[in-house]
Structures are given as C-alpha cells and as structure tokens.
C-alpha cells in the first residue's frame, strides 16, 4: 500500500491553494470582452405578465443587450427537463408543468428570471435591470405543498390539476395494513421535515463564451457534473450539440446537491453570448442564491408503526406530501421517492414497508436533492418513530432498535433494496460506549440540581451510495445511466495523469484518488494528478453526487488501473525474460515475484514510449480508459447519540456530546472521512436546531431571504464531535467503499430531535428547534413561527 | 452598492460644513452597519464623510468615577480599557459580548448610537448608566437621545463626539442573542448607583431600547434577582419577530435581568 496509499492520512493537496486564496473560481476566469448579466426576476409568487418595459434601461450607461422570454423562445432553446420520469399509482406519468428558461407569460416564485441585461459592468448591469419595468397581474400563491393539494387552490400549472405532480406509492401495502390490524401497539406520529436552503460558500456562476468564427461555445459554470450539464444542454436544450459545447467546471467552493442541477441562468448566459456577441458572465449575490438555488426537503408525513406482543416492528405505514416548488428540477421527482421510500426499512428486519408520496407544485422556488436526498427524510421517519415507540412501550431505545436489527445478509428489504453487508451490532455497541450511555441517568440528575434539563437521544441510520447500477435506475425511471469512467494515463517518465468524471467540489478527490493510484503502483501522491471538471479534457462522466465518487468514481480508475499494470506487467516480463503471471508491482517496481529481477516503474514506462523493446506485436505507449457500472447501491450505516442540556428559562439548548459511529466500509484517507462527517454533522444539526426557509403563506414572499434571518451553523453551536469508524468492506465493488460524504446529515436531525424531546419530555417539537419554539414547548405558550 | 463620493476629514467642523453642503450624505465611522447596507444596495448616500482620522473623537478619560469616551473609539478599544473595567464592569463586559471581533475592532460607540438599531447593545447601557451624548451642538440626556427604532433626538447637521457618565457602584450586561444574526433578541444592563437602581433594556422593546421601572423600583428596596420574581412585562410592548414573540421577550427580558444582577 505504501505510505501514501489507501488509508494512509495523507493532508490533502489541493488546501494549499485553496487555504491562500489561490484557488480559481468561475468568477475568477476572466476572457477578452467579458461583460456581465444581471437578471430581472420577479418580485411576486405568482403573477401573469403582460408586458416587458425595457425603453428606460435600454439606454443606460453601459447597456449592451436586453433579453426576454419571448427572445429565447424564437431562439428556440428548449425547456428545462426533469431527468427521472416518475408513474403515478394509476400508471399515469408525472404531470409536468413548462420551465423556460426565461418566463415568457406567467411567474411562479419570487426570484424567477424574467429577462436578462447584458452590460459593460456588473453595477451598470444591475442598474439597468432594476430599471426593467414589468407590468405584472398578480394572482393567488400557495407555498405549502398540503395546501397547494387542497381544492380550490391557486392552479400553479395547467398541465398539474390541483397542482399534484404525482401519487406514487412503493412497498407492500397489503401486508402493511395487516400488521396494522393485528398489532399489539401502534404508534403514530406526524412529521415535518424542514425546508433547507443550501448556502454553498460560493454561489452559483456562469461565465458563457459564443466563438462565431468556430460556431462553438464554451461555459465555465459551478457544476457538479459538467458532462451532464453538456449532455442536457446539447439534447434537450438546444443550446448547442455536445461537440461544440465545452463545459468547464473549474474550482467549486460547495454544492451538497444545488450545483447538480442545470439551472435557466447558464443557458441564458450561452445563450446571451451568441445574441450579444460578447462573453457573458454571470455571479448570484447571496439574495438570488437564497431565492433561485433549489432548495432542500420539505416534506410532510403521518407515519405509523405497529408493533407485536414480543416488540418486534411488523409495519411501517407512511404517507408523505413533498413539495417540489414552482418548477419540476433535474432529480426532483427522484428525491422523494426512490431516493426516500427505499429507506423506509432502516437498519430493520421490517416485514412490511409502505409508502405513499405525493408531490406538489407550489409557488416557491423548486426543490431537489440536498445533501442526503431523500435518505435524511427517510432516517427522520423510521429513527423518530423507533424511539417513540420505544418510549411508548417503555423499552430502552437501543434494545428495541437491537431487537428489529437485520443480522443476515444480503437482506431484501420490502422497498427495493438489498443490503449487501453490514454490522449494525458493532456501530450501537461502539456509539453506546463512547457515548457512555449507561451514565447518563446520574448526569440527567447532575444537571436538574443546576435546573437544567438534560436529553438524550440516538439514531440508527442506514443509507444508500454509490448510485447505481444503470440498468436498475433505468427500470426505475432515470433518464441517464449512472456509471462512472475513467482514463489513466501513465507519461514516460512515469508520473501519472488520472482522467475522471468525477467532479470535486471540496471532497478532496485530488488527494484520495491519488493515495488509490499510489497504492497500487507505488509512486508518490506528488507525481499523480487528477484531471476533472473539463469535457473537453475528460471523457464523458456522470459527476459527483450521492457520495458516490468513491464506490463508483474510485472503482472505474481501479479498473483502468488494471489494465495499465497488465500491460506493463507484460512489457517487464518481455524485458526480464520472465512470465507476464510472475510479475508483481511494488513500491514503484516492477519484479519477477521470488527473485531479485526487477525493473523500476519509470522504466518499463520509458520503454511503453520508446517502443524499442515491446513483446511482439504490442502497440506502444500506457494509456487505458474504463468505465464501472455498479452492481448495488452501497449502504453505509451508522450510530448516532447526542446528549443535550436545555435551559427552561429560555429555552436554549446545548449540544453536551454528539458521538458518531459509522461504518462506511473501506477509508481511503481517515482524516478527509472525519472531516466529512464533521460537516455532515454540523449540516444535520443545522437543520434541527437552527435552519428554517420561510415562505409567508399570503404574499409567497420569502422571509427567510438572507443571514440575518436564516440561521446557518456556526462553530460555536457545536461541540466536539466524537467520531469513530467500524469496518464491513462493501461487497459489491472492487474497493470495498460505501460512501461517507451524506451520512453525517443523514444520521444527525433525529439523534439531536430524539435527545431534545427526551430533555423537553415530550415530543411536541418540530424542527428547527430554536430557542423560542423549545421554550414553548416546555412552557405550552407561544405559537412558533417555523412550525 | 451605487457610486458614491468619499470625503476623509480631519475635523468636526469640517464634517459639519460637509454634510451641509451635500446632497444627501452619510456619515461614515466604523462602517459596519452603513457599508453593507451600501453593499446590499440599500441605502445610497450621494457622500460618505469618513469621521475615522478625527482625532478629537477617539479616547477614553477616567476621572475618579467620571467617565468620557470619544465617540470614534472603537468598543474594542472600550473593552480593553482597564480603567473601564475598573469602574464599569458592565461596559467592559458588554463590549466584549457586541457583535464579533470584526465589528468590535472596527465598529464605533458614536456610529452605533447614532444608528439606534434596536437590537443594538449601547442602547441599554446609555440608559441604564444615565449617560449623557455630547455632540457637535449640545448635550442631550440619554433618554431624551433615543426616540426610536433606528431614531435619536440627532438633528441633520448634528455630530456626536462623546459620551459621558457616572460609573455606577455596580454593574452588570447580559444578552441573549438572534440565533441567526446574533444581534440582542434582549439585552439588560443593571447598573446601581448611591440611591437608585438603572435597568435598560435593549432587543425587546417596541419603541426600541427601554428602562424596565418596575424592576428597577424592586431592585432599589432589594438588589438581588429574588426582587425580580412576580415581575412581568407586558408582550403587547415588545417586538415580535420570526425569531422571538412577544411573549417569548418579555420573558427574556426577566431571565436576562436576573442575570445581569448576578454579574453585577
């Protein structure tokens, strides 16, 4: 393995420019005649248009274009699309509405773009934009996905009747109702997952460059998977085809799943770029990232869990409402199913699983993957309704979990998945013993002496990485196959470029994909690049998401990397006079295995390029390509016990401890792992202590619209995490990886929502549990304003 | 942020003069509400008069319990001051507690007053020390100098250069913070003198910054927390906002006093 191969704790090699400030942005890139955009975008949730005044903008200072819905239209760049077709229980597709890129007759949320203006400087920009008249009609708005299903609604699209999107359901419903029936203990709960708004470091960008000499564009943007951006751009966009089409994604300070996405402000720049003839470039200021980045979660659910004589789980009924937004995003139609329901069995041997969802337009901005996508949501239900029941049965939490725990693998769940592999055993006991749970009355009591109140509270997650295999989520509805590529190529002198679809936007993938190829050959971290994020560099790739860069990413460089040293196996057992099967690769050489032969890497590399000495009939030079298609999803899985001490008098709450035990399979680098989990961690508590979007019910305005009133987790909301690692290797890929990038935001909201109920005394509360809603919760007043 | 015209001066008058002969200007000090305000669009003075190289405005003087601060002085520079921590511990303990380090090592008690942001922490403390504002033109009690949210008695052409007071016996700031801004949901500054007892209230109140008679009366027969029990405010007089009603204040406003009165 060598000192810099997996799990080695190598520091990663990108920090050095991204901890100077050198990293290079897309707002960074800077072309000859650049000008810059600024969008018009609605001030009102859902308002007719009927008509564009651009006569008093046009002849500002600076102003070089103007561009409508109308424009685009005659252009002819198509709709923006959802990427993954959903059937409704009857059979019937998904009700679609239209999303142009620029909205022609009608606007549906606050902040969507109605017109662009092209301009010699982002102020002058602005200016003229703000100077843009539109003659809006206002209509009714609802922000509420219940709501928005209810009779009598405002008709968001005519294509979606009382704005449902979809009916969908998934499990055995049947069984399900039996064990209802026949249970000896029911329990119910409703719960609300919170509305989240992603807030990456950088906010989106878009910088689009028309060449009219060549006919050919190029768009540096913040993606998380340029291929996919070119793929949608070119197929269903019209923008341009795909080899005339590069798309950059240079560095990308954060994404959690908002940078996935093809959004209208890219192709608009593209677009803007041919029509005006300049470069067009685009940055959001923080208000158009609050208002126009798709949000996360916001889902609405009654759940019921019944229970035999003997404590074992029999059903799990769950009805859910999502809120998809104004307009269907790329996944969004994924996120609350397939990405959702399928985890609704947990760590649990449940016999019977059902879930209904149904998704709903409404005038806010569209939601879609965040963070988790789907398996936080799935995680809250099952963890909060086991340690409710728990409680309600009174039984300790942890021996009721033990006691539905699945112990035999692979285990078909009644919801799709398999689990290949896992030890929810070893994470309870490991997280149990750090958390020193068996303590925990004697400091309940320390604390009430002081007239604080002290919870505590676990979650036993599982989730699904590593999507996955095409064939199954083309059967599933996805329009895309979900591969990964790869291409190593080894230069001559035997350093080493490694070409992947992957696409790192703060994971570190320079670092561990590097300590995979050192690994096996035996060169140093230092003489091993990563060349990602450039379709016109790399081969066609799926991006990164759904932690899936290790399982799927890191697998198709080892089957490249297969290739490579089967070929240079073979020109050192030509050169050594030995059999190609006799050659073993180690610490940079290449050697007949039980003699003292051996030829060192750069040499047998220098002879693959000279071609001097080649066994006959081998084409020179050591390049290979690969593409991995997985065989399963991976399934990561974990312990998490957080311990809580409220202050009744103002209903603060204080993270005392929060112990993370996860097993994630195999670690490529321990240090980049806990630094996952650590902002994992600090997201899921974000998102159950502080986080809440807030749309007003009436006017659809947002509320919640910057820092001052959306809380984002700072360092001295948290304590310090105790994380730790258990180890069942994934069976389904090469490298035994789960996936470590969405656990901590997955595991989190319902240990932290579990440990405050416990301290509060009843389970009352919805997330964000800010200070003054647990106040009221412990003092039974105050309405709260997130609830 | 629209274009605007910058001036450094070196003096009062000069400002005075400046702001008479501009347009629509802004006084510039610390510049950490006025500039991302500018930032964000919001606001668009035609001037900036920048108040940061008046020397005149900057320092602190301790005359036996007599104490005058420069308006231009920094509340780091206040919070580092040991005779401030001698004779006010309240002072030195609240700006210690505003805003972050950035705001503390750039922000001004002259620019936060003259900003009378209700959630802002000198409010409290100007009220409950009694002080008085001295400006370019005249003196004016501290409750006669805030008038409301984001009001003061300030004329147009009005400068404040210092603040002074009467260190009190004992004193006393404790604050709970907006989770999301981290300004003062509610702050409380005690402060007890010979004869009286003082509580400001800052973050809570309708009107903006308030002192809390009641208690203040409670505290004068007896000064500890006990004499705050039964105590309550009405909430029709608070603010109410996503993240505080007005209940959930007026009870902030108790449990922030009794613990001031523990500092204190």
Redesign the interface.
Known sequence: MGIEGIGARVARKEDKRFITGKGRYVDDMVVPGMKFAAFVRSPHAHAKINGIDTSAAEGMPGVIGILNGKQISEDGIGDLICGWMIHSKDGSPMNMGRWRPLAEDRVRYVGDAVAVVVADSK?RA??AADAVVVDYEELPAVTGAVDALKDGAPQIHPEAENNLIFDWELGNGEETDEALKNAAHITEMKIVNNRLIPNAMETRAALGVYNAAEDHYTCWTTSQNPHVARLVMSAFYNVAPENKLRIIAPDVGGGFGSKIYIYPEEIVCLWASKRTGVPVKWVADR?EAFLADAHGRDHVTTVKLATDADHKVTGLKVDTVANLGAYMSLFSSATPTYLYASLLSGQYAFPAVHANVRTAYTNTAPVDAYRGAGRPEATYVVERIMETAARELGLSPAEFRRKNFVREFPHQTPVIMNYDTGDFDASLDAALKEADYEGFPARKAEAEKRGMKRGIGMSCYIEACGIAPSKAVGSLGAGVGLWESAEVRVNAVGTIEVLTGSHSHGQGHETTFAQLVSGRIGVPIDSISIVHGDTDKVQMGMGTYGSRSGAVGMSAIAKALDKVEAKAKKIAAHQLEADENDIVIEDGTLKVAGTDRSLAWNEVTLAAYTGHNLPDGMEPGLKEGAFYDPQNFTFPAGCYICEVEVDP????TEIIQFVAADDFGTIINPTIVEGQVHGGIAQGIGQAM?EGC?YDAESGQL??AS??????PRAD?LPSFKVSTTETPCTSNPLGIKGCGEAGAIGSPPAFMNALTDAVGHNDLTMPA???SV??AI?G???D??A | MYSTTYHRVSSVDEAVKLLGDCDEAALLSGGQTLLPTMKARLAAPSDLIDLGRIDALKGISVDGRSVKIGAGTTHAEIHASKEIAAVCPGLHEMTGVLGDPAVRHMGTLGGSLANNDPAADYPAAILALDATIHTSKREIEAGQFLVGLFETALEDDEIITAVSFEAPERSGYEKFRNPASRYAMCGVFVAKSAETVRVGVTGAGGDGAFRWEAAEEALAQRFEASALEGLSLDPSEMLGDLHGSPEYRANLVRVMAKRALAKA
């Open positions: 102020a602005r200016d208000t008098e103002t209903g603060r502080l807030l509320v919640t820092y001052q009133d959306y809380c984002m909301d800010t200070p003054q106040w009221a003092n007043t105050t309405p304003a997130f």
